[in-house]
Nanobody, 123 residues
Framework: QVQLVESGGGLVEPGGLLILTCTLSGSGVTFTDYDMSWYRQTPQKDRELVAKITRYGGTKKYGDFVKGRFIISRESARRTMSLRMDMLQSEDTAVYYC??????????????WGQGTQVTVSS
């Protein structure tokens, strides 16, 4: 069983910087088996993709609203994925969720979500 734990959320002023981290744990789990992503959600909107990174970090994808402000990365030795968020705006206020997905040889998928971390951008 995979556990995902997010950290790094909090209150930041507009234009500020936050770094979110997701740590993957679980007995017998191989970190590089999983593509990983950050999603976010507000009460007014459905959950949306913020950024995605593939198993070995070779491919990254961002939501259109990111516009070069965020950088996703992963570190296998620490089993962590990070999201550096710069030039934050009030519209970025949301709960941010870590997501991990593995495609098995049978083409079935295993998917896991973290509990979420609140990011609030306000002066």
């Amino acid at each position: 069983q995979v556990q995902l734990v997010e950290s790094g959320g909090g209150l930041v002023e507009p234009g500020g910087l936050l770094i979110l981290t997701c740590t993957l744990s679980g007995s017998g789990v191989t970190f590089t088996d999983y593509d990983m992503s950050w999603y976010r959600q507000t009460p007014q909107k459905d959950r949306e993709l913020v950024a995605k990174i593939t198993r070995y970090g070779g491919t990254k994808k961002y939501g259109d609203f990111v516009k070069g402000r965020f950088i996703i990365s992963r570190e296998s030795a620490r089993r962590t994925m990070s999201l550096r968020m710069d030039m934050l705006q009030s519209e970025d206020t949301a709960v941010y969720y870590c997501y991990a997905r593995r495609v098995n040889p049978s083409y079935s998928t295993d998917e896991y979500w973290g509990q979420g971390t609140q990011v609030t951008v306000s002066s």
